[in-house]
């Protein structure tokens, strides 16, 4: 498979595990009640390690709208990556095409350890959306390939984002851009869609006295091949005298039985091949194009924006409709949607807005927004105001300190349930949940049991009283502690292995 270079590639290609882990802290005063959604303020690389020890593997769908890259964003490299080349790049502005001759390999510099965390944030049947224009989307395919597999790209799916055709263009007016999306494994399916009355009423034709249902249509029953023998082929005799003999796709019986429901047309004429009849009602749906013409556009988006506000505060914010659409094709009614450029909140919004309109739906939000003003007074501003209408709440968290402090050892602002929580998830590669944390046992996976001693600013030792209280069972025991003063003869007959903090906890 081709593999695209750019300077600075073998430099990040891993960075993802360099970035160091940060606590999440909650913030009452900026949130809305206590809740599952979250918005995180900080940066997203950051903000997405973060997140891990408790998103892993859970993330149904993600959507992102990152820089496009057209040298008028302002966006700037921030990526702390060991290498020369790149620290000259930090913290200055990304300049346009021509006058900045990196700007591509900074874009896919900042994009790739991104994608790797959003990737393992996935459920195994999970799908990401990325918005995106002709700026990068020719790079981002390449690098999506290579990160998600080529087997797993679903579509390039191109949504008409204005209806207005540009006058001052040059060359083309461009009124579409991308909706690039694969999912994290093969064989998953995107929902069916909702049939609109346009489309009934253009595929569908009205209720006769033959099929006096409801609005229906005709569909074949023939088929090319699969089906030769076992009664699959046969002649049917039209009611004007005809004889059709195919490969059916139902056995003669079935179709007789077809007949008695009167679910069969044989043409205006009746001499036609015989074909099914379907009924609006019975439909489940139809799939997706790849062109999405018929929904909002930036303009809608605006709108939203300005009502909202009384501002037009962002030049092109999504409108809502565009993400419940991606939403509705990707989840079900209890999914997590992450979405790890936020910006203007546009995807809680949508959240909220299906939560509202289906039955039992209670799907939820992870936001993150890199600029703290924008987290706070509008990304947090806009679910505050909007949950007025549509019952909503979040909880707002910013990143805290480093796990392990410069010199190595444990952040004193580490509590028990965040070192707890980081070690299940280093040992496992999967989420711990709060039912298990009982005392010091704080989980088990695959016949290992893992228990935590750990009071902050206090001496931590194992001792052999402490394994008096240990569940006995055939499970193998880790337990992280301080100090141990148990001999590894007593250990080892009690099936257990003492890691010392911090020295074996994991660096992930």
């Known amino acids: 498979m081709p593999t695209l270079n750019w ?10 595990k360099e970035v160091p882990f940060r606590l999440l802290k909650k913030n009452k005063a900026l949130s809305l009640g206590i809740s599952e959604n979250l918005i995180v303020e900080g940066d997203n690389l950051e903000a997405l390690k973060a997140l891990m020890p408790y998103y892993v593997g859970k993330v149904k769908c993600i959507y992102i709208d990152p820089p496009y890259n057209t040298g008028n964003e302002g966006w700037v490299y921030n990526d702390n990556v060991n290498s020369p080349k790149i620290k000259q790049w930090i913290g200055k502005v990304v300049g346009s095409e021509g006058e900045d001759l990196t700007r591509h390999d900074k874009w896919l510099c900042m994009m790739y350890p991104r994608l790797k965390l959003l990737r393992d944030l996935l459920r195994d049947d999970g799908v990401i959306f990325i918005s995106i224009d002709d700026n990068e989307h020719c790079h981002l395919k390449i690098i999506m390939d290579e990160l998600f597999g080529a087997e797993n790209f679903l579509a390039n799916f191109m949504w008409k984002r204005k209806k207005e ?4 263009s040059k060359n083309v007016s461009i009124q579409g851009e991308y909706v690039v999306s694969y999912s994290k494994t093969q064989g998953v399916a995107l929902s069916l869609e909702e049939l609109s009355k346009e489309y009934i009423s253009s595929s569908y034709s009205d209720p006769t006295k033959e099929f006096p249902l409801g609005k229906w249509r005709p569909v074949p029953l023939t088929v090319s091949k699969g089906l030769s023998g076992g009664g699959y082929t046969y002649k049917i005799k039209t009611p004007g005298g005809k004889i059709h003999t195919r490969i059916w796709a139902y056995p003669e ?12 047309y044989f043409g205006k004429d009746k001499n036609g091949i015989p074909q099914r009849v379907i009924y609006d009602f019975e439909s489940k749906g139809k799939p997706t194009t790849n062109y999405w013409d018929n929904i909002a556009t930036n303009k809608e988006g605006k709108k939203e924006i300005i009502e909202i506000f009384g501002d037009n ?14 939403i509705k094709l990707s989840t079900n009614k209890d999914s997590i949607i992450l979405d790890s450029f936020s910006g203007s909140g546009t995807t809680a919004h949508a959240v909220m807005q299906l939560n509202n309109e289906e039955k039992y739906s209670k799907r939820k939000f992870i936001l993150v927004e890199i600029e703290k003003d924008i987290a706070k007074n509008i990304t947090a501003e806009r679910v505050r105001r909007v949950s007025k209408n549509l019952s909503g709440s979040f909880e707002y968290c910013t990143l805290g300190n480093k796990l392990f402090n410069a010199g190595g050892a444990i952040d004193e602002e580490v509590a028990f349930n965040d070192l707890a929580n980081y070690i299940y998830f280093t040992e496992t590669q999967t989420n711990l949940e709060k039912k298990q944390i009982s005392g010091n046992f704080i989980g088990e996976h695959n016949e290992n049991d893992f228990y935590l001693l750990f009071k902050e600013k206090g001496k931590n030792t194992l001792t052999k009283s402490f394994i008096k209280n240990v569940t006995k069972n055939s499970h193998k025991k880790v337990i992280y502690a301080d100090f141990c003063t148990i001999p590894d003869d007593t250990l080892q007959a009690y099936n257990i292995t003492f890691k010392q903090i911090p020295y074996e906890v994991k660096v992930y």
């Open 7 to 16: 300077i600075g590639k073998e430099k990040i290609v891993n960075h993802d």
């Open 165 to 168: 055709i540009s006058n001052d």
């Open 313 to 326: 505060l962002f030049d092109t914010p999504k409108p809502v409709e565009l993400i419940k659409k991606i």
């Open 253 to 264: 019986n079935s179709f007789k039985n077809l007949l008695k429901q009167k679910r069969v």
